[in-house]
């Protein structure tokens, strides 16, 4: 290989070629960004779950492929009998050179099948060629949004995995209420609440898009990195949970000036205008998702199988750290208390957000730390409960 041209990039415990035509990696034709190694490693992490769980190959497809990184390390570290094949693609020219040029020096196998295609078409046409998908893995640029339905439908057959990510922060954290409006069918919040709330924005529409075919969609998990978001559901079919499901779609009111919120499943008619703490205007934001934002269990056997990955830095305790919290967090409601802005509020010095979570756990109300603001709780405790505990300081 010649090094004027290529750069050899490592990653976990793979090592690869980029196309070297610019001054840094950032800048590359070819899309490759290591700071999103993180969400590759969940990837790898749930991979490694189900493979060695359902003691089955899976077969995978990575629509927008970039560089290929991804695909790469699924072939290099997970063990060979859990990728029966995996099928690469992106729509860029060169990304697909990069990602031949890789095969062809490093990772030559029977498994790997590459295409140049719109993410679209090379779903759909694994539906027409009867291909039963395990797993899919939408990573593009912003939102994944115009992908879901086609990816939804690929998997149903054979039960499979959706994974997502999502970086059109802006849009779903408020800062672009009527693209959110146009592109998700939601409104979305820029308040503290915003991270949690894009996630239930995005589940939301995993579930309409599975709803309409009959299946539903049980989100695994969720989770958000400083600029992203990634989401792992199961689809699977079923009219009668996928009605139970759509149940727990509603709205969420919430106040800017004091933190209060309060939930609405469709069904309800709360209807609610003024905070009833703070008497200003309240914001509805919706519709989304307000069921659980993961399965403990699974969670679970996550956790389980972290050492069986190479991390890349300090990616394991992140993840390790990210998902205890979440597992923690899953059963209890939606939305959460900032508690530096509770208690600026109230002028309170206050306590460590341990010593709340005790305080409360005491008077018989579960409550944890939540993976969105580690200075923030979750609580089964209803406003007033907690208000009057922060003013009690
Ligand atoms: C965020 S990058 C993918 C990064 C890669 N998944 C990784 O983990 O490094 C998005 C990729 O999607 C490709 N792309 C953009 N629009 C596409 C489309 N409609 N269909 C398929 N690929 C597309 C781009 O060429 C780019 O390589
Ligand atoms: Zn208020």
Redesign the pocket.
Known sequence: MNKELWVEIKEGKTSFFLKKDSETIYDASV???PK?SIN?DLALLHLYTIGNITKKGLIIID?????G??SFRIINELPKEYVKKIII????DR?IKNVKLNIEKLFNDKRIVVHRE??FNIIAKQILDKENIDVIDL???GTPISFIDIAVRALVKKSGYLFLTATDHQVLCGKEKSTCLREYNSNSTNNYLCHEIALRILIYNILTSSGRIGAYAEPILALQFEHFFRIHVRIEKGKKRANEQHKEIGFVYVCAYCSFFETERLKEKKNLQKCPTCNKELEKVGPLWLGPLGNKKKVGDLLNFLDEIEFEHNNKKKINLMLSTFKEEIELPPMFYNLPFLYKKYKKNGVSPNEMINRLEKRGYKTTRTIFDFQSIRTEAPYYVVHNEIKKL
């Not at 629509?63 to 560089?67: H, K, L, Q, R, V």
């Open positions: 899309f490759y960004n999103m590759r629509p927008f492929a970039g560089s990184i991804r693609s992106d729509i860029s990304a719109d993410a990573d593009p640029f």
